[in-house]
């Protein structure tokens, strides 16, 4: 009797610790990252969804210098604005250039409105998680709440009694393209397209519609369609009293096309009266965004929406359990794996469908067509480290990439939504590829993969991948003639490809190829001048470009030899060669007073690619990895924090938050296709990953840290004494423990 | 058997003088209105067509001050001008105000060029019948013939060999609507959709869209859609390389919007080569449209559809024909008829589809759904002609009549393609429901018909029909507080319809609204000034508005009294009240030297509505019908001629042509709503006019002119003598005949 107490007991107590124990998406703060042009945003998603409901406060005077319009502004929701324009459907995270934010709904009350500048409202008390977010709307007294399946996002407004209104307006928006569709289907329903595209301000021949289907659980009392159209000039507009004037067509149900439309669907409520509205998403055609709607969201009620995806987040957070470190450090750990998860995102419809580049014909997938591959950045660090916690997404990624290949004759470089937009330099794809291959994410097209990769490597006329490749393979490197900008970058990027494809083709047995590439992918070095220790941009005649400043091109100013940075920034990202290029500067001591000159100098920018690597180059060098160490701390404290300012600065659709997932595992994958990681110290004390079945021999990867002390003493693989800073991704995944000895 | 061969010779002879015979086809001109703003077209296009493959050469500078946006021009063809940019497919045959014109296909040969200034051509060798419109173009070396069925374009393109292109250019059009959507769906077909609205540049918030579908009879080689977008300004233009550049999407098979968009279908012919191209249009869907396409051409040949076509054009013309008369007389006689049968125009798709009034919900109807009423100008003759020729036409727009009464709570104005344009003043449609019941066209819903007509008659707030009514029912007129505009011709277009209304009520049995409506139908009385035997504006205390120019209004210019013209050209326009007008004058004399005035003067205006039935007034007055008789011939020979400028303005959507044709058959409907006709010479010696035996006793109507003098002696009906110049539409379908003897 007193024992059955007793277990009654213990199993209340476990059941109170459990119902006490936070789950992981509450560990999650979407606000980080909104500030200091993180360009993230809170609002609400499904893991890579296709589909986000966010607040747009980046259009309107109100909001200062973080304006849309007046200046290059590439995120629909900044923390410092105060006024709120709508809820965007369709947006980008933690990217560099303004594109999509279209499908802007907006709650109003009172007489309808349509001018935003009109109904836009200061707001307060957010909240948000990564399937939620809700606000209240000052100026309207309206309650927001927001969440998303993969293809559709759910809106609940909380209107108070009198007129309520729910306005779609697809004249606004984030992307510089205009020209929208909709039709009003009946008193619960719209249908439309909004053009989108030119992200970056280019490539305007690949701009591309954006389809969707909004229904409401209520019936409106009246619904309409508003547009602006351009102002006439001339001899006409005399005749014109509606010159540039809004037209409202009440009721109206067939196609309104214009630059600047929208729809409002309005109530009279007699009491406090709650409206949902779905808004199903689709590349492909109003049917399929239709079909979306229904398969995802069916019958299920806004919370069942929420909880469904609110699982999912802690599914697939839960690949990575972390024990100890304090609460804000798990929180920034878990607030960047969720900024992993958002891009590369969803592309198909729930029924397979999918537009391939450029032409846009209907495509279909057994899997996922994953799109938003910003590949200058996450070649580096994202995708290695979706090979290892989720190595069946990253499987889909890879066939994605194929995809392309076979849809447009080119590997992808920056595709957004089946676009090539060909931001940034080099030829990224193959490193990708290689790098999931070397880690075992084997089920793809690997002779197709290769193929694809030489493509670009070896066209000499009309490659979008690689220009100047012409003097690339004659001299060995770009010039100040073949570009007036980033001559270096370029040649360095191209060699970090050329190494992939040779560890490919020592992989695929082509011994000859291997030879080539591996003798290609060091042709960098030509631009090493001994005298500085740095690399520097060449003439097309073979001499250095004159004048030369090596700290000339920080803060992103356009220079001959180096994109988005300087030689600093640039010179020591040739990890591949790491070994040559530390005899090549003079040794180790000359190597590592090199790399202390960059951040002495102040040269270092975590906010950028180019150098993010640069921390973990310590451990090259014996004897210095407790520099590497203690820099990576300094630098997780210095720039990542649970605030809105909490990332460096562009978040470049995760790369930035892959270094810190990494940086704060105490493993960093240092170089680009090779199937390893340099070590630092763990930020917790056990960090345990889920490994795949499927790809690895191990259930789970242990990596745990013992010790207090500042510095690494010991390092065990698989309870095994490790010599050495550096561990390859197999005896990890085979073994699946890491234990790191603090002195 | 010599009388064998005597038969047989009067059988070949017989064969050969009707193969020799013209068709009554061949007597049309399409050219004539097609200068001196008759605004007209020679397109190809099926009686009642909904589409019609019209050249457009009203677009450049280079066509000088004919050009489209240089002035008010509602055409899209001038015979002056030399520079074609296209084939419209939808398009007004003469109307006042730019509208349609778009759907623009143009074949070019060479390198592909998007922009019409510089793929317009100047062109050659035109040729024009009902059904069919051919022409060179000069610049490209492409013959270009048309046809049209009732709902698709039907063009056939004779390219040299080389490169050849078809573009549909959809930013360019007559209107002054812009927005289009097009999808290439695959190498033999189009899809896309045209904004189009705002005729007479008004109501703005009634602008519609226009569906279509091309279909090619040879795949191209490549396709492609081009857009040129709207130029930025401000800071971001300057990151926009793109920024007011064409786009070309080649190969591209979405949905493109915008402005200013267009697409390509391109050919490498080794040889000579025809291409055949049909658009199906709708205002319902593109699903319709496609539906139309098919079901109307399936796979008939451009020469089956083109024979089909104009076997309906002679069947229709055939209803009347003339013996006797100059092959010129012929020429304009049928010219006008067929004036007459391009407007009113079908809207409904083949599967009975249409859009409802203003706010576009799609309706069906069993019969045919007419559009393109503008009544202001046709209820003065055009419909009482359709009631003679073609009741069972005439019977049918009745019924898209009261649908649109049905659909808006409102009878038509100006409707087009189911909107109101409001254009004009007056409430005119009861004119012509009660005009058309009491011809004897009686299969509609009379007692509906009436009540819409009390609708605009009675209601006093909101009443779009009838602007003023407030003051029209307590004063029995406008005043020039009431509009700033037309007071007095607005009082008088009130008073015929009330006059009709009283009609109607008389024929249905309500004997109270007879009196009150013919009561009210007299109120212009009030605004008769005894002293200048002309009507003139009055004040809103009642007194004259001072100072009074009766002449002031010609040519257009805007004034308080009258609208589109002066008192003299709207004084005598009351024949409904005749017989007490001319009291009012001082009797016949001094109302025929009044009349006489207007000519004397040359205040008469043949181009426009409110006077045009002036000459027959003489009639009025015993003694003075020579006069009529005089100044109608005088009239159509002076307006009307065999030439681009042989019409006096606007065709005004068949009006003019009706009045030609009923001036040339010697009798005119000169009281509105009046059953009845007066009578002047026949232009021809004998005129057959068919009747439908659905609605009339004889089955066809001869109106014989025998004798060769200069004025009528005597009239016999149904062989007997007439008394009087004046004849009941119902004695005449009666008896069918009607002798004009000649003095």
Not at 702 to 717: A, F, L, R
């Amino acid at each position: 009797m007193r024992k059955t107490i007793v277990i009654t007991l213990i199993f209340l107590q476990t059941i109170f610790l459990l119902a006490q124990e936070k789950s992981l998406t509450e560990y999650v703060n979407p606000f980080i990252g909104t500030s200091n042009f993180g360009t993230t945003n809170p609002g609400a998603i499904a893991p890579r969804g296709m589909v986000s409901v966010t607040p747009f406060n980046t259009a309107g005077k109100v909001n200062g210098e973080l304006e849309k319009d007046s200046r290059w502004l590439s995120t629909p929701y900044v923390a410092e604005n105060t006024f709120l324009t709508g809820f965007s459907q369709v947006n980008l995270s933690g990217v560099g250039c303004p594109e999509l934010g279209v499908i802007l709904a907006m709650p109003t009350t009172g007489e309808l409105e349509t001018d935003y500048l009109k109904y836009g409202s200061t707001y307060s008390d957010e909240k948000a998680h990564p399937s939620y977010y809700s606000v209240e709307l000052d100026k309207h007294n309206v309650r927001v709440e927001a969440t998303a399946t993969t293809r559709t996002g759910v809106s609940k407004y909380h209107f108070p009694a009198g007129q309520a209104n729910v306005l779609i307006n697809l004249g606004l928006g984030l992307t510089n393209e205009e020209g929208a569709l909709v039709k009003i289907v009946s008193d619960t329903e719209i249908e439309g397209i909004r053009n989108v595209g030119t992200f970056c301000y280019y490539k305007p021949e690949e701009s591309y519609p954006v389809y969707f289907v909004a229904r409401f659980n209520k019936p409106a009392k009246r619904t309409g369609i508003w547009k602006r159209p351009r102002k006439y000039e001339g001899v006409e507009a005399q005749w014109m009293g509606y010159n540039g004037k809004e037209r409202r067509y009440e009721g109206y149900r067939k196609e309104i096309i214009g630059d600047s439309i929208g729809t409002y669907f309005s109530y009279d409520f007699d009491e406090p009266t709650t409206v949902e509205m779905k808004i199903g998403v689709s590349y492909v055609s109003i049917e399929n965004a239709r079909e979306n709607l229904e398969r995802e969201t069916s019958t299920a009620s806004f919370d069942q929406i929420r909880k469904t995806n609110d699982q999912e987040w802690n599914r697939l957070l839960g690949k990575i359990q972390v024990e100890g470190g304090s609460e804000e450090d798990k929180t920034i750990f878990y607030t960047a794996l969720y900024h992993t998860l958002i891009h590369p995102n969803t592309l198909n419809d729930g029924n397979g469908e999918y537009p391939s580049m450029a032409q846009r014909k209907t495509m279909k997938t057994d899997g996922t067509r994953y799109t938003t591959f910003s590949f200058w950045d996450t070649y580096r660090n994202l995708h290695s480290l979706m090979s290892l916690v989720y190595p069946e997404q990253q499987s889909n990624m890879v066939k994605s990439m194929l995809d392309i290949y076979k849809e447009s004759g080119w590997l992808p470089k920056w595709e957004l939504n089946a676009t090539e937009t060909t931001t940034m330099v080099g030829d990224p794809a193959g490193i990708v590829l290689t790098d999931t291959y070397l880690r075992g994410i084997t089920d793809f097209d690997a002779e197709l993969a290769y193929k694809a990769m030489l493509k670009s490597a070896e066209t000499i006329e009309n490659n979008p991948l690689r220009p100047g490749i012409e003097d690339y393979l004659s001299k060995g490197y770009l010039t100040t003639k073949t570009t007036n900008s980033g001559s270096v970058s370029t040649t360095q990027e191209y060699n970090i490809t050329d190494y992939a494809i040779a560890q490919m083709a020592k992989e695929l047995g082509k011994k000859d190829d291997f030879k080539r590439y591996s003798k290609r992918s060091v042709s960098y070095r030509k631009l090493f001048d001994p005298k500085l220790n740095l690399l520097r941009p060449k003439n097309d005649d073979g001499s250095w470009n004159e004048p030369f400043d090596p700290g000339f091109g920080n803060d992103f100013v356009k220079n001959l030899g180096f994109i988005e940075g300087n030689s600093w920034q640039y010179t020591f990202m040739v990890s591949h060669d790491a070994k040559q290029f530390i005899k090549m500067m003079g040794g180790g001591k000359a190597y590592v007073n090199q790399l202390n000159k960059v951040f002495e100098q102040d040269q270092f920018d975590m906010a950028n690619e180019p150098d993010i690597a640069y921390p973990y180059l310590y451990n090259f060098v014996k004897g210095n990895e407790w520099r590497t160490q203690d820099k990576v701390k300094e630098l997780v404290r210095k720039y990542f924090t649970n605030a809105p300012a909490g990332l460096p600065g562009n978040d470049d659709t995760g790369t930035m938050s892959a270094w810190l997932i990494y940086s704060m595992m105490g493993i960093y994958p240092v170089v680009p296709a090779d199937p390893s990681y340099t070590l630092s110290t763990p930020f917790f004390d056990k960090i345990t990953i889920q490994l795949n079945p499927k790809y690895y021999q191990a259930k789970t990867l242990v990596i745990e840290k013992n010790g207090e002390g500042k510095h690494i003493k010991n390092i065990k693989v698989g309870g095994k004494p490790h010599k050495g800073y550096f561990v390859d991704h197999s005896e990890l995944t085979e073994t699946g423990h890491l234990e790191i000895i603090m002195d």
